[in-house]
Protein backbone atom coordinates (compact mmCIF):
# COMPACT_ATOMS: atom_id res chain seq x y z
CA UNK A 1 0.00 0.00 0.00
CA UNK A 2 1.38 3.38 -0.92
CA UNK A 3 0.17 6.55 0.75
CA UNK A 4 0.50 10.01 -0.29
CA UNK A 5 -0.77 13.13 1.66
CA UNK A 6 -0.91 16.30 0.22
CA UNK A 7 -2.58 19.68 0.87
CA UNK A 8 -0.77 21.08 3.53
CA UNK A 9 0.30 24.74 3.39
CA UNK A 10 0.60 28.45 5.51
CA UNK A 11 -3.04 29.80 6.77
CA UNK A 12 -3.78 32.35 9.55
CA UNK A 13 -5.61 31.05 12.64
CA UNK A 14 -9.35 30.85 12.50
CA UNK A 15 -8.48 29.60 8.79
CA UNK A 16 -9.28 26.17 6.96
CA UNK A 17 -7.00 23.60 5.08
CA UNK A 18 -8.17 19.88 3.17
CA UNK A 19 -5.62 17.59 3.32
CA UNK A 20 -5.59 14.50 1.31
CA UNK A 21 -4.59 11.26 1.19
CA UNK A 22 -4.48 9.14 -1.53
CA UNK A 23 -3.77 5.27 -1.44
CA UNK A 24 -2.89 3.01 -4.29
CA UNK A 25 -1.39 -0.42 -4.54
CA UNK A 26 -3.12 -3.38 -2.24
CA UNK A 27 -6.15 -2.47 -0.87
CA UNK A 28 -8.11 -4.47 2.02
CA UNK A 29 -11.97 -3.93 2.73
CA UNK A 30 -11.51 -3.50 6.42
CA UNK A 31 -8.55 -0.84 5.89
CA UNK A 32 -8.25 1.80 8.53
CA UNK A 33 -7.36 4.94 7.61
CA UNK A 34 -5.61 7.46 9.91
CA UNK A 35 -3.95 10.84 10.13
CA UNK A 36 -1.35 11.69 12.54
CA UNK A 37 1.02 14.51 13.71
CA UNK A 38 4.24 15.99 14.74
CA UNK A 39 5.51 19.10 15.61
CA UNK A 40 8.80 19.88 16.37
CA UNK A 41 10.01 18.38 19.72
CA UNK A 42 7.26 16.48 20.43
CA UNK A 43 6.13 12.75 20.16
CA UNK A 44 3.61 12.10 16.94
CA UNK A 45 0.15 11.95 17.83
CA UNK A 46 -2.97 10.68 16.84
CA UNK A 47 -5.59 13.36 15.17
CA UNK A 48 -8.19 11.26 13.38
CA UNK A 49 -8.99 7.61 11.53
CA UNK A 50 -11.85 6.60 9.49
CA UNK A 51 -12.40 2.70 8.48
CA UNK A 52 -13.06 1.94 4.93
CA UNK A 53 -15.87 -0.59 6.12
CA UNK A 54 -18.54 1.16 7.99
CA UNK A 55 -17.45 4.39 8.00
CA UNK A 56 -16.38 4.76 11.52
CA UNK A 57 -14.91 7.91 12.67
CA UNK A 58 -12.51 8.43 15.37
CA UNK A 59 -11.04 11.88 16.58
CA UNK A 60 -8.47 12.74 19.40
CA UNK A 61 -10.33 15.33 21.79
CA UNK A 62 -7.95 18.25 20.33
CA UNK A 63 -9.22 18.15 17.42
CA UNK A 64 -12.84 17.50 17.94
CA UNK A 65 -15.57 19.40 16.65
CA UNK A 66 -13.31 21.63 14.35
CA UNK A 67 -11.81 18.91 12.16
CA UNK A 68 -13.51 16.28 9.81
CA UNK A 69 -12.72 12.76 8.15
CA UNK A 70 -13.93 11.34 5.23
CA UNK A 71 -13.34 8.78 2.54
CA UNK A 72 -14.21 8.67 -1.38
CA UNK A 73 -13.97 4.81 -2.05
CA UNK A 74 -14.00 5.56 -6.02
CA UNK A 75 -11.19 7.91 -5.51
CA UNK A 76 -9.36 5.53 -3.14
CA UNK A 77 -8.31 8.88 -0.89
CA UNK A 78 -9.00 10.01 2.41
CA UNK A 79 -9.63 13.47 3.20
CA UNK A 80 -8.84 15.98 6.70
CA UNK A 81 -11.27 19.12 6.32
CA UNK A 82 -9.50 21.12 8.92
CA UNK A 83 -11.28 24.22 10.04
CA UNK A 84 -10.95 27.23 12.91
CA UNK A 85 -7.07 26.07 12.84
CA UNK A 86 -4.84 27.16 16.10
CA UNK A 87 -1.09 28.20 16.23
CA UNK A 88 -1.12 24.46 18.30
CA UNK A 89 -2.37 22.87 15.08
CA UNK A 90 1.29 23.58 13.00
CA UNK A 91 2.81 20.60 12.64
CA UNK A 92 3.81 17.66 10.08
CA UNK A 93 0.30 15.77 9.37
CA UNK A 94 0.99 11.83 8.30
CA UNK A 95 -1.61 9.45 6.83
CA UNK A 96 -1.15 5.80 7.83
CA UNK A 97 -3.17 2.57 6.94
CA UNK A 98 -3.46 -0.66 8.46
CA UNK A 99 -5.81 -3.96 7.49
CA UNK A 100 -6.36 -5.22 10.86
CA UNK A 101 -6.35 -2.47 13.40
CA UNK A 102 -9.05 -2.79 16.58
CA UNK A 103 -10.90 -0.41 18.58
CA UNK A 104 -8.54 -0.29 21.37
CA UNK A 105 -5.72 1.15 18.91
CA UNK A 106 -7.02 2.85 15.88
CA UNK A 107 -5.24 5.72 18.30
CA UNK A 108 -1.86 3.89 18.65
CA UNK A 109 0.77 4.93 15.81
CA UNK A 110 2.43 1.48 16.31
CA UNK A 111 -0.76 -0.13 15.02
CA UNK A 112 -0.36 1.08 11.78
CA UNK A 113 2.12 -0.75 9.37
CA UNK A 114 2.13 1.60 5.73
CA UNK A 115 2.82 5.16 6.44
CA UNK A 116 3.12 8.13 3.78
CA UNK A 117 5.41 10.95 3.92
CA UNK A 118 3.62 14.25 5.49
CA UNK A 119 2.54 17.14 4.49
CA UNK A 120 3.52 20.67 6.81
CA UNK A 121 0.82 22.25 7.85
CA UNK A 122 1.71 26.22 9.70
CA UNK A 123 -0.81 28.21 11.21
CA UNK A 124 0.04 31.57 12.21
CA UNK A 125 -1.25 33.57 14.80
Known amino acids: VQLQASGGGLVQAGGSLRLSCATS????????IGWFRQAPGKEREFVAA????????YYADSVKGRFAISGDSAKNTVYLLMNTLRPEDTAVYYC???????????????????WGQGTQVTVSS
Open 96 to 114: AADPSIGLSTVRMSRSYKY
Open 25 to 32: GRTFSRQT
Open 50 to 57: IRWSGGST
